[in-house]
Nanobody, 120 residues
Framework: QVQLVESGGGLVQAGGSLRLSCAAS????????MGWYRQAPGKQRELVAR???????DYADSLRGRFTVSMDNTKNTVYLQMNSLKPEDTAVYYC??????????????WGQGTQVTVSS
């Protein structure tokens, strides 16, 4: 099992910045990928950005250049730096992790979510 605890959400004006953090604990030794998804009201959850243990990055095309995902392996923490925020970035942001389980299957874990609200 992997536990994910997020922090850093809040209210910010358009054009501002926020940094989200997500600390992983538990069976972290076989985590393959960590990252972030978001879900706006009335919309499906969508990928924001994620980073694999091998270093590969995956971003939503519309967010590339404004959002940056990074990891501190010493702290088992993934970050999301969000710059030039827009009202349409308002959503609940979820930390994501997947790992290879004991039977070889992929296990997916989610954080509890943190609200980001961007005012115009």
């Amino acid at each position: 099992q992997v536990q994910l605890v997020e922090s850093g959400g809040g209210l910010v004006q358009a054009g501002g910045s926020l940094r989200l953090s997500c600390a992983a604990s538990g069976s972290i030794f076989s985590i393959n990928t960590m990252g972030w998804y978001r879900q706006a009201p009335g919309k499906q959850r969508e990928l924001v950005a994620r980073k694999s243990s091998g270093g590969s990055l995956d971003y939503a095309d519309s967010l590339r250049g404004r959002f940056t995902v990074s990891m501190d392996n010493t702290k088992n923490t993934v970050y999301l730096q969000m710059n030039s925020l827009k009202p349409e970035d308002t959503a609940v942001y979820y930390c994501y992790a997947d790992r290879t389980g004991a039977t070889g299957g992929v296990e997916v874990y989610w954080g509890q979510g943190t609200q980001v609200t961007v005012s115009s």
